[in-house]
C-alpha cells in the first residue's frame, strides 16, 4: 500500500488589473530570470 496521501490542488491567484486567472497564467509562463514585475510590462504593452 502506498504512504503517500493526495495532493493538494494549488489555486491560481487572480491577475490584479484584468482580474483573470488566464492572464496570471501566462504571465507565469514568460517570466524573465524570476521577474514577474518584467512578465507584466510584457502583457500589459501587448495589448490592442
Do not use: F, W
Request: aromatic fraction near 6%; charged fraction near 30%.
Amino acid at each position: 500500500m502506498s504512504r503517500r496521501g493526495t495532493a493538494e490542488e494549488k489555486n491560481c491567484k487572480i491577475d490584479p488589473i484584468y482580474r483573470n486567472r488566464l492572464v496570471n497564467m501566462l504571465v507565469n509562463r514568460i517570466l524573465k530570470h524570476g521577474k514577474k514585475s518584467l512578465a507584466y510590462q510584457i502583457i500589459y504593452r501587448a495589448e490592442p
